[in-house]
């Protein structure tokens, strides 16, 4: 038959969907493929009607699927045709063959595949079905719960933050640090890590490079808050700063009398105990008065007024030096505001002396038009109006600070000497000046002993480098430029360099450095500060019997080296004005 190919061509059809019509047309294919004579018309005659019956079918369950409701009977309304029987036999010879009629709308055309919009969601509970589903072990049960999985889990955020700090010689460190820590234990985190001595003289400088101001924070300050409030040119600094805490040694030195209220009242009879106690004490009432030049805002001209220091803030008299409240107006608060020292020239800001300082609101960052520039008439008005802003603001908390390193002195052992090892403690002193050896049991002889034969030591070895050659490693050679180990030696320093480093240590009695002098290259100079006034001495190299000593009073005390001259007058006083203590150090993070 011509048709014999037809089933190969349903089977292989490039579609993969099968057709119902097609499925439909292989049925009756088959059910008359006995028959010799076959009516093609009455054939499709019957395929249209089980189109017909087949569409309407897939109507009404198109409807039954809808949302998994039945759906109304006017929405999906459809025409059936009804077909008699002796219909087609009537016109098979004169009308042609009927073909399917096209697809309305609301139903699916034959040669695609219905789509159903919905479902029935099964409940949760039906959905795993042990029965028919093997229990498999989760080979990654971290994945499926997130809280514990190191890739799901939400990233956890972190209180810490990254302090940059910089040191003297411009080198920078940075510290990742929490966000409660203090500056105090910020300091004591970078003197472990700089191997520096702790002498709780460390402190954190907040240091404003735009606007030319710095100040110390204090040890109970929040680093990351004071971050906060910096801009981005700003940074911390790292260095010493004797006289964070001096006011509280020698009181009467910082507060003069005629600067303070309450001492006038009392005719200057002031203990310094109780001197101290008027500032901490909040129910009391100190006053720190006098004149100072406070520069106009937005001019480069200065005026001079009579400043109240009190709790609630800075005042200026209108009228003189009337303390009546109608000619007090304020300057600025104490609770917002901190107290700056101004690093740059007075040329810049025109300032009448070289002792101006600043009073810069907490939420001033870069703009400097809101900064109180002020200026005092010497050094120790500064320093006592600057301290006691700091004292009338935190108050107990800075008499706080200052004992922490007291009560860890006092926790300490009280072992008079330092504590050494077996091997030292096993060895004894012994005098052999005799014939005989003999065990010095006296401790004071014993160190006079001690003493003695490190002199004739050094002797010995001076009268060897004479007839020697001398070496780089010889004590001789040594004096020469041992000195340039020490901490408190700076070499080419110039004086100006030397006075800003001396103020930025605190300008406390007995604060020095030695550095190279520029008018002798063959001399040193001592930079010392005493009553907050900066001095210099001149040593000078003597010869004596082709040996060279150094001197500070024109060869009347002579030393073989700066070491021996330093440790000289840390323990007398000799022509100074005071005794050395505390060395000005650069230290390098």
């Not at 349903?10 to 439909?24: E, K």
């Not at 001197?551 to 009347?556: H, I, K, M, P």
Request: with cysteine; charged share 20%; aromatic share 8%.
């Amino acid at each position: 038959m011509a048709l014999a190919g037809c089933p190969d061509y349903f089977l292989h059809h490039s579609n993969y969907q099968v057709n119902t019509s097609v499925l439909i047309t292989r049925t009756l294919w088959f059910s008359n493929a006995g028959k010799d004579d076959v009516d093609l018309e009455q054939l499709v005659n019957d395929m249209n009607s089980s189109m017909e019956s087949v569409y309407s079918t897939q109507a009404d369950t198109a409807r039954l699927l809808n949302n998994g409701h039945a759906a109304a009977p006017h929405q999906h309304h459809q025409q059936q045709q009804q077909h008699h029987p002796g219909h087609g036999q009537a016109h098979r010879r004169h009308t042609p063959p009927l073909l399917p009629s096209p697809p309305s709308r609301d139903r699916p055309r034959p040669s695609q595949p219905m789509h159903i919009h919905a479902v029935r969601c099964l409940q949760k509970k039906h959905l795993l079905r042990p029965a028919s589903l093997p229990a498999i072990p989760n080979p990654f049960p971290e994945l499926c719960s997130p809280d514990g999985s190191p890739v799901l889990c939400p990233l956890q955020t972190s209180n810490d933050h990254v302090i940059k700090v910089w040191s003297e010689d411009g080198a920078g460190k940075a510290v990742e640090i929490p966000a409660h820590m203090t500056a105090r234990d910020l300091c004591q985190l970078l003197v472990y890590k700089s191997h520096c001595v702790d002498d709780n003289a460390w402190t954190l400088v907040e240091h404003h490079h735009a606007l030319g101001l710095e100040r110390c924070l204090e040890d109970h300050e929040l680093v990351v808050q004071v971050q906060a409030s910096m801009s981005s040119d700003s940074k911390f600094l790292f260095r010493k700063n004797y006289a964070k805490y001096e006011f509280f040694r020698n009181p009467l030195n910082f507060f003069p009398e005629q600067m303070v209220a309450w001492c006038q009242e009392s005719d200057g009879s002031i203990p310094q105990s109780q001197l101290l106690q008027n500032f901490l004490n909040s129910s009391s009432c100190p006053e720190i008065q006098g004149y100072l030049h406070v520069k106009e805002p937005g001019r480069r001209s200065w005026k001079k007024l009579y400043m109240f220091l009190r709790r609630s803030g800075l005042y200026y008299s209108t009228k003189g030096t009337s303390k009546e409240p109608r000619h007090l107006q304020l300057l600025s608060d104490l609770e917002d505001s901190n107290i700056f020292t101004v690093i740059t020239g007075r040329k810049l800001h025109n300032a009448p002396t070289d002792y101006h300082f600043c009073i810069k609101p907490s939420k001033v960052t870069s703009d400097g038009k809101e900064l109180k520039m002020l200026c005092a008439e010497d050094e120790q008005s500064r320093t006592c109006w600057m301290t006691a802003f700091r004292l009338l603001k935190y108050g107990i908390l800075l008499y706080q600070s200052y004992n922490v390193p007291q009560q860890r002195k006092s926790n300490l052992p009280p072992f008079s000497a330092p504590v050494r090892s077996a091997s030292e403690n096993s060895l004894v002193a012994m005098d052999f000046s005799g014939r005989t050896g003999r065990v010095i049991e006296n401790p004071l002889e014993a160190q006079s002993a001690a003493l003695e034969e490190g002199q004739s030591w050094r002797k010995r070895s001076q009268r060897m480098n004479v007839l020697g050659s001398p070496s780089p490693l010889h004590p001789s050679s040594l004096s020469t430029v041992i000195h340039r180990t020490q901490i408190w030696f700076h070499g080419r320093v110039v004086r100006e360099d030397a006075h800003k480093m001396i103020i930025q240590q605190g300008q406390v009695d007995g604060l020095f450095l030695l550095r190279d002098s520029q008018s002798n290259p063959k001399a040193f100079v001592l930079t010392l500060c005493h009553h907050q006034k900066i001095k210099h001495f001149q040593i000078l190299p003597c010869e004596e019997d082709g040996q060279v000593f150094f001197s500070l009073d024109d060869g009347a005390t002579k030393f073989t080296d700066l070491i021996h001259l330093v440790e000289f007058y840390q323990l007398n006083r000799g022509l100074l004005p005071c005794k050395l203590k505390h060395p000005c150090t650069a230290v390098a993070l």
